[in-house]
């Protein structure tokens, strides 16, 4: 089944477009999740960057999209985005923050070359940012 619109269904028949959200909060992690399989993605959950790795190891399915919270504790999704994208050249990037982008390009933190997501954010935000960065 497929529709218009932010919460258009994947047809099942096609091979579901797998996305890793690497979020610390459990809450924020359990509605993001929830959106993004109720949109018809396969969704992956890490809550740092040792288990984001081991399920990229892991995953049976090709990861396309990386969801990553910028601050953290540990590694920062900055870096770890970096790391990934030149381990997994196909894999795209979307970073979220609840930082402002001022604070973010003081701290080296802020990149243009991949989307930003500006906490807190809608539902349809998400969505048509994921989509795009997927370039669907």
Not at 19 to 42: A, C, H, N, W
Not at 81 to 95: C, D, F, K, N, Q
Request: net charge negative.
């Amino acid at each position: 089944m497929t529709g218009a619109g932010p919460w258009r269904r994947v047809d099942r028949s096609e091979r579901l477009v797998t996305i890793l959200v690497i979020e610390d909060e459990p809450m924020v992690r359990e509605v993001l999740q929830i959106t993004l399989e109720r949109s018809g993605f396969r969704v992956l959950m890490a809550s740092g960057g040792d288990e984001a790795l081991d399920l990229c190891e892991s995953s049976a399915e090709p990861i396309d999209l990386v969801l990553t919270d910028i601050v953290m504790p540990g590694t920062s999704g900055t870096d770890l985005a970096g790391y990934l994208a030149v381990r997994y050249p196909s894999m795209r990037t979307v970073r979220m923050s609840g930082v402002t982008e001022a604070l973010l390009s003081a701290s080296g933190m802020r990149r243009v070359d991949t989307p930003l997501l500006q906490k807190p954010f809608s539902r349809e935000e998400l969505l048509a940012t994921v989509r795009g960065a997927l370039g669907a």
